[in-house]
């Protein structure tokens, strides 16, 4: 029975998968159904690694950071009338974040190649989070972009010898899927305003940054990623069943996925050989 509690399938996929859908459910009727995200991570890091601060890693940064990310998500949808002077604020802030959590990483580094590092850094995170914000009222097209960051992020992360990355991007995207199976059999679409968006967008910025710069992932992966959320944002048949709607969706964001991976693969490839 260890042995299974132990497997990365179970701490990434199964549980948060299953925790995200009983959240999701018992939240449904509430403006807060997407905060189902918030105890589908925290399993990951329950069973991964556990909840220790100390000493203050990079991977530990992050899932604080993932944790907290939908409670100021819920703070900042309740001032949603003002959402076009907040969103630019939480793209800014996320990026200056994303500076104290690699802080460690960016000290080993001198002169201008830390100056390139921390800029290139600051630029993903902040980009990530306002592609994904740009979801933020579409819970059919937040959900398929999570699904495919998470499979990305994952994939990428076990072809650049992270574990890590992997357990943690693919608990992403099972928490995500669980939301489009809500929104399937409740019919009826939930957006996830910051409360959602912001914790998907955030969490899969640090967890891939974290593989380039602590792992093997290629620094052009980084920027491939930012094509799953412009995926999803295509046209989409809105029309008809809600599944057929998330399965095109989700098809969009898993083909656009398939380039970071396929970067991944071609960098493992080449250091291999």
């Known amino acids: 029975m260890s042995e299974f509690l132990d497997h990365p399938a179970f701490q990434g996929g199964i549980a948060p998968f299953f925790v995200a859908l009983i959240a999701a459910f018992a939240l449904g009727r509430s403006r807060f159904v997407w905060l189902a995200i918030m105890p589908a991570y925290a399993t990951m890091v329950a069973l991964d690694t ?34 076009s002077r907040i969103t630019p604020a939480i793209v800014v802030a996320t990026g200056l974040l994303s500076l104290w959590v690699f802080r460690t990483v960016l000290e080993n580094r001198e002169g201008s190649a830390a100056v390139l590092a921390a800029g290139g850094i600051a630029l993903f995170v902040a980009a990530m989070v306002a592609a994904v914000l740009r979801l933020r009222d579409d819970g059919m097209r937040c959900g398929a972009a999570g699904v495919g960051l998470g499979i990305a992020a994952g994939i990428a992360g076990i072809l650049s010898a992270s574990i890590g990355g992997l357990v943690a991007g693919v608990a992403i995207a099972m928490a995500c899927a669980a939301m489009l199976v809500v929104q399937i059999l409740l019919a009826r679409t939930l957006a996830p305003g910051f409360t959602g968006a912001l914790p998907i967008g955030l969490i899969v910025a640090l967890v891939a940054t974290g593989t380039q710069q602590l792992a093997l992932l290629p620094w052009y992966a980084l920027p491939l990623m930012l094509l799953v959320p412009l995926a999803v944002s295509l046209p989409a048949p809105k029309p008809g069943p809600l599944f057929s709607r998330a399965a095109v969706l989700t098809a969009c964001a898993l083909a656009a996925a398939a380039l970071p991976i396929a970067a991944a693969w071609y960098a493992a490839r080449t250091s291999a050989s």
Request: aromatic letters at 12%; glycine letters at 8%; proline letters at 9%.
């Open 50 to 83: 556990g909840f220790s601060l100390f000493p203050p890693t990079v991977a530990r940064k992050t899932w604080l950071i993932g944790v907290l990310a939908p409670l100021a998500g819920i703070a900042a949808d309740r001032y949603r009338k003002s959402s």
